[in-house]
């Protein structure tokens, strides 16, 4: 009997996890995440959501933080006029979370965790650049743009509606002509979450 009861609780246990809503994902992501929203305030933040009001508040370090979407299993919450965060539910025990910086150029950090975020997950997305020369440019050309796509910033994008993630970049030190000059031979990926990772 007592063995019947804990496999009862923990079929219980399981159902709970993998029925969380991204609502309750995100209320109950760790203080240490973001230490200047903690759980009162992104409550309240939801809370706005579900009321169709502004759902904006001002976090503790004095910025506003505002909730721009929020479905089943997707999430974006611009953190202040410079960060967003991007959360999105992969599958019943996998969500991914994207913290990106907008300054003069961008950049963006991936994370994987379990749906209770309990535990911190192995991340082994190939995000690196990857170049190619068209056919109709010169092998000069591409000789010399090569050598202007260092360093690179990493921009990530979730997809709201699929179980996917664009990877495109960004280059700090160029001026606007060069940064058209290079997108020609700039490969943007789109990984999908395959067998528990980005591929």
């Given at each position: 009997m007592k063995t019947l009861f804990i496999a009862f609780m923990l079929t219980m246990?399981?159902?709970f996890v993998s029925a969380q809503s991204m609502r309750?994902?995100?209320?109950n992501m760790p203080d240490k995440l973001l230490p200047y929203l903690n759980k009162s305030l992104r409550t309240e933040l939801a809370d706005y959501v579900a009321i169709k009001a502004n759902p904006s508040i001002q976090n503790?370090?004095?910025d506003?933080?505002?909730?721009e979407k929020l479905t089943d299993d997707y999430l974006k919450v611009n953190l202040n006029e410079c960060t967003t965060l991007q959360v999105k539910k992969l599958d019943n025990n996998t969500i991914a979370v994207v913290k990106s910086w907008n300054?003069?150029?961008s950049d963006s950090d991936l994370k994987l965790y379990?749906?209770?975020?309990s535990t911190r997950k192995e991340n082994n997305a190939d995000v690196a650049l990857e170049i190619e020369k068209p056919d109709t440019m010169l092998a000069s050309t591409y000789s010399d743009l090569k050598w202007l796509i260092s360093p690179y910033f990493i921009i990530l994008?979730?997809?709201e509606k699929e179980n996917s993630m664009k990877v495109d970049y960004a280059f700090p030190l160029l001026g606007r002509k060069d940064d058209e000059r290079v997108r020609p031979i700039v490969k943007t990926k789109f990984l999908r979450w395959v067998d528990n990772k980005f591929q």
């Open positions: 246990g399981c159902s309750d994902i995100w209320i503790l370090l004095g506003t933080t505002s909730i300054n003069a150029s379990s749906i209770d975020w994008t979730l997809s």
